[in-house]
């Protein structure tokens, strides 16, 4: 079972065990997040989309917060000696979901 959900004005497609990075959430690590705009869920059976959102309960476990690679921005005027170097670095929350719809992710004890 899979589900889009929508964070950080970005859409993400998500199943149970994913591991994705998405906008700084103001949550702390190893705290549960529950995501309430579900655009769509499918699964074999076929795709259920909402309109606008869908009543299904997509949770996540934060994994960590963090800081992404710096990045360099260089403005300048041609013919002015106008020169401005700047570094930016862009927070990110990491979430590994944990089910979608009540469908948890497969353990690796059951894989056994």
Do not use: W
């Not at 800081?67 to 041609?78: A, L, M, N, R, S």
Request: with cysteine; glycine share 8%.
């Amino acid at each position: 079972m899979y589900a889009i959900i929508q964070t950080g004005g970005k859409q993400y497609r998500v199943q149970p065990g994913d591991v994705l990075f998405v906008e700084k959430l103001p949550v702390e690590a190893d705290e549960t997040v529950t995501f309430d705009t579900v655009l769509a869920c499918g699964d074999e059976n076929g795709l259920q989309v909402g309109a606008p959102t869908l009543d299904i309960p997509v949770v996540a476990k934060v994994l960590k917060n963090g800081k992404g690679k710096k990045i360099t921005v260089f403005t300048y005027k041609p013919k002015k000696n106008e020169k401005r170097k700047m570094g930016h670095r862009q927070p990110y929350t990491k979430l590994e979901i944990v089910s979608v719809n009540g469908v948890e992710a497969p353990t690796a004890e059951a894989a056994e």
